[in-house]
């Protein structure tokens, strides 16, 4: 049983605890956010999911939770760790717990709203929620193939543009219209996933200040943050077992879809094709991305590695053509992916035919730890971890406007 000595009139109001649940690993990290300063990483830790030889949800779930509990008791010690010697415990109790889900705890859907009335009617907070709540319902018959209406958990919705009578507006209450369209982004997730995570959490802290998201959307806002003259590009976020594309155009997300195949998809084909056990075949992966791996085995590995990369970007074609519906495919590209794999896949990648009239290549950018911490600042000897950086720079927009 986990010790918890958080209380709410304790909590340290600078300081926020990341939580990132992917397919392969789940990290969290300490940060202290203070208005008009850049956030500031304290402590990082990372815990891998255990292998899944057959993916099983009830199984994967239980995995994610047990890394899920190494990582907050790991958190725990680094707490006590950066307390002062005579501040009381509280000063190390965070007031805000960001929970980001990454592939495949997410489901991430683009909804066009369209509000037309013969009579003109005002446009209020209560009637802006009806309608959401209206489309949300909708979303849920949609999904029930894939989520039980019971099991669907809304954990976080964004409007991204708003039309009164066909004109943008930022602030529509107060005023009567007879058409209204809506632009928003709603991440879902399992009701089952995302109370199994909030059990777990209490366990160790007694806070309701817990905010879940999506990644993709926590990516869309750092890259706004970071490369602010882009307004049209991809995102691609390369996990162990999926692969979610985004596209941006105009400075909106207009859509994002998910594959199921990620680094882990390369360790189970070497697997199968060797019949050689998983952990070998992570470790012929390894050997082979780093040009380490013995001349004996190279030829094979090779090929097994060159089938899946094109299995993955006939995929990832196959994406790109769904999301040409939703505007004109640009040539840049923002990835995420784990360090060691990040470059197969940037060559994976630049292979693509996004847009064949295109005579310029792709200008490919993997965001490294290199990229991202400059954003960012950081404690002696912490982890330089890109997906919490990337969390970290939305997690203080939230905090800023919570304080408003």
Same mark, same amino acid.
């Given at each position: 049983?986990?010790?918890?000595?958080?209380?709410?009139?304790?909590?340290?109001?600078?300081?926020?605890?990341?939580?990132?649940?992917? $397919?392969?690993?789940?990290?969290?990290?300490?940060?202290?956010?203070?208005?008009?300063?850049?956030?500031?990483? *304290?402590?990082?830790?990372?815990?891998?999911?255990?292998?899944?030889?057959?993916? $099983?949800?009830?199984?994967?779930?239980?995995? !994610?939770?047990?890394? *899920?509990?190494?990582?907050?008791?790991?958190?725990?010690?680094?707490?006590?760790?950066?307390?002062?010697?005579?501040?009381?415990?509280?000063?190390? &109790?965070?007031?805000?717990?960001?929970?980001?889900? $990454?592939?495949?705890?997410?489901?991430?859907?683009?909804?066009? &709203?369209?509000?037309?009335?013969?009579?003109?009617?005002?446009?209020?907070?209560?009637?802006?929620?009806?309608?959401?709540?209206?489309?949300?319902?909708?979303?849920?018959?949609?999904?029930?193939?894939?989520?039980?209406?019971?099991?669907?958990?809304?954990?976080?919705?964004?409007?991204?543009?708003?039309?009164?009578?066909?004109?943008?507006?930022?602030?529509?209450?107060?005023?009567?219209?007879?058409? !209204?369209?809506?632009? !928003?982004?709603?991440?879902?997730?399992?009701?089952?996933?995302?109370?199994?995570?909030?059990?777990?959490?209490?366990?160790?802290?007694?806070?309701?200040?817990?905010?879940?998201?999506?990644?993709?959307?926590?990516?869309?806002?750092?890259?706004?943050? !970071?490369?602010?003259?882009?307004?049209?590009? *991809?995102?691609?976020?390369?996990?162990?077992?999926? /692969?979610?594309?985004?596209?941006?155009?105009?400075?909106?997300?207009?859509?994002?879809?998910?594959?199921?195949?990620?680094?882990?998809?390369?360790?189970?084909? @070497?697997?199968?094709?060797?019949?050689?056990?998983?952990?070998?075949?992570?470790?012929?992966?390894?050997?082979?991305?780093?040009? /380490?791996?013995? $001349?004996?085995?190279?030829?094979?590995?090779?090929?097994?590695?060159?089938?899946?990369?094109?299995?993955?970007?006939?995929?990832?074609?196959? /994406?790109?053509?769904?999301?040409?519906?939703?505007?004109?495919?640009?040539? /840049?590209?923002?990835?995420?992916?784990?360090?060691?794999?990040?470059?197969?896949?940037?060559?994976?990648?630049?292979?693509?035919? @996004?847009?064949?009239?295109?005579?310029?290549?792709?200008?490919?950018?993997?965001?490294?730890?290199?990229?991202?911490?400059?954003?960012?600042?950081?404690?002696?000897?912490?982890?330089?971890?890109?997906? &919490?950086?990337?969390?970290?720079?939305?997690?203080?927009?939230?905090?800023?406007?919570?304080?408003?």
């Amino acid at each position: 049983m986990a010790f918890s000595f958080f209380t709410k009139r304790t909590q340290n109001e600078t300081l926020a605890l990341l939580i990132d649940i992917g $397919s392969a690993s789940v990290g969290g990290a300490l940060v202290k956010i203070e208005k008009g300063k850049a956030p500031h990483i *304290l402590a990082t830790t990372r815990e891998d999911i255990s292998f899944q030889e057959e993916l $099983s949800s009830t199984r994967f779930v239980l995995a !994610m939770n047990h890394a *899920l509990d190494r990582v907050l008791k790991t958190v725990q010690v680094k707490q006590l760790s950066l307390r002062p010697s005579r501040e009381p415990a509280g000063s190390v &109790i965070p007031a805000h717990i960001f929970c980001t889900l $990454s592939s495949p705890w997410f489901i991430l859907k683009s909804r066009h &709203i369209h509000i037309a009335r013969e009579k003109a009617f005002e446009v209020t907070e209560r009637s802006l929620e009806e309608f959401l709540n209206e489309d949300i319902e909708k979303l849920k018959e949609e999904l029930k193939e894939t989520l039980p209406p019971k099991d669907v958990r809304i954990i976080e919705k964004n409007i991204i543009q708003m039309k009164l009578n066909g004109y943008e507006v930022k602030n529509p209450y107060g005023r009567e219209v007879l058409r !209204m369209e809506l632009t !928003m982004t709603v991440g879902v997730s399992s009701l089952r996933v995302i109370q199994s995570i909030e059990r777990k959490l209490s366990n160790f802290f007694h806070t309701t200040a817990l905010h879940f998201g999506v990644f993709p959307l926590a990516a869309f806002s750092a890259i706004r943050d !970071m490369f602010s003259d882009e307004k049209n590009f *991809l995102f691609l976020d390369i996990t162990g077992e999926a /692969t979610d594309v985004s596209l941006v155009n105009n400075d909106l997300l207009a859509g994002t879809v998910s594959f199921p195949y990620g680094k882990n998809f390369f360790i189970r084909e @070497i697997s199968t094709g060797l019949h050689t056990p998983h952990e070998e075949a992570e470790s012929l992966l390894s050997m082979f991305l780093a040009g /380490t791996l013995q $001349s004996s085995k190279q030829n094979d590995v090779k090929n097994l590695v060159e089938y899946v990369e094109n299995k993955w970007l006939a995929r990832f074609e196959k /994406t790109l053509t769904t999301l040409s519906g939703q505007g004109i495919l640009p040539l /840049t590209v923002f990835f995420t992916a784990d360090t060691d794999i990040a470059e197969l896949f940037s060559k994976v990648v630049g292979r693509a035919k @996004i847009d064949p009239r295109a005579s310029e290549p792709l200008d490919i950018k993997h965001l490294d730890q290199f990229i991202v911490a400059k954003f960012v600042s950081f404690e002696s000897e912490v982890i330089r971890d890109p997906f &919490i950086v990337v969390e970290a720079l939305l997690a203080t927009k939230i905090v800023a406007s919570l304080k408003k």
